[in-house]
């Protein structure tokens, strides 16, 4: 059974970090394509940054040079690093998964970017 657990969302000020987890089993992360997703109040899902099984990364324009996106194989955990961050950038965070066979989602962590 495949799960995934996001974890490291809160309340942080305009121009803080945080960093996200999605932590996961029943899969290798490494053998899939991971992303993160967000979904802010009134807006669709859209994709914020994925990695593929090969290593490559590809980060969404609003946040080009202030997401990074890492993987680390001996803990099967994806990162999604968040610096100066925005009060637009305020949603719930969700980690996918995917592969040849499907796609599985984590339940997600809320992220609220305000002063």
């Known amino acids: 059974q495949v799960r995934l657990v996001e974890s490291g969302g809160g309340l942080v000020q305009p121009g803080g970090s945080l960093r996200l987890s999605c932590a996961a089993s029943g899969i290798i992360v490494s053998m899939n394509a991971m992303g993160w997703y967000r979904q802010g109040p009134g807006k669709a899902r859209e994709l914020v940054a994925r990695?593929?099984?090969?290593?490559?990364?590809n980060i969404a324009t609003s946040v080009k040079g202030r997401f990074t996106m890492s993987r680390d194989n001996a803990k099967n955990t994806v990162y999604l690093q968040m610096n100066s961050l925005l009060p637009e950038d305020t949603a719930v965070y969700y980690c996918?998964?995917?592969?040849?066979?499907?796609?599985?989602w984590g339940q997600g962590t809320q992220v609220t970017v305000s002063s």
């Open positions: 996918r998964s995917e592969n040849w066979s499907g796609s599985h």
């Open positions: 990695i593929t099984s090969g290593g490559s990364t």
